[in-house]
Nanobody, 126 residues
């Protein structure tokens, strides 16, 4: 397995921004989808957004559309989640994941990802 390492989490005030990074250490994920998920205490894990490793396709949960943006730098084997206009309800542990690409709808479900990062805490204060 190839480790995925998230970074960039922290404490931010409502309305602020954070950029999360997810670095893949050992390989290029051609044919994979890179997804972002989050889980708050007492809540189910939920899909946030995704980006295909190859190409430009992205897809987002309704709750973050227009505020969050997935991007990538293939040369650095890194994907990013830019989070703007953060709200207290965005508070969660954020995880990046990699899975062999299927349909966008399928890849919005966490069951189809093979690799997961350790998570990074994002806390949004009011």
């Amino acid at each position: 397995q190839v480790p995925l390492v998230e970074s960039g989490g922290g404490l931010v005030q409502a309305g602020g921004s954070l950029r999360l990074s997810c670095a893949a250490s050992g390989r290029t994920f051609s044919g994979y989808t890179m997804g972002w998920f989050r889980q708050a205490p007492g809540k189910d894990r939920e899909f946030v957004g995704l980006i295909r490793w190859s190409g430009t396709i992205t897809y987002y949960a309704d709750s973050v559309t227009g505020r969050f943006t997935c991007s990538k730098d293939n040369a650095k084997n890194t994907v990013y989640l830019q989070m703007n206009s953060l709200k207290p309800e965005d508070t969660a542990v954020y995880y990046c994941a990699a899975g062999i690409s299927r349909t966008l709808g399928t890849m919005s479900t966490g069951d189809w990802y093979d690799y997961w990062g350790q998570g990074t805490q994002v806390t949004v204060s009011s």
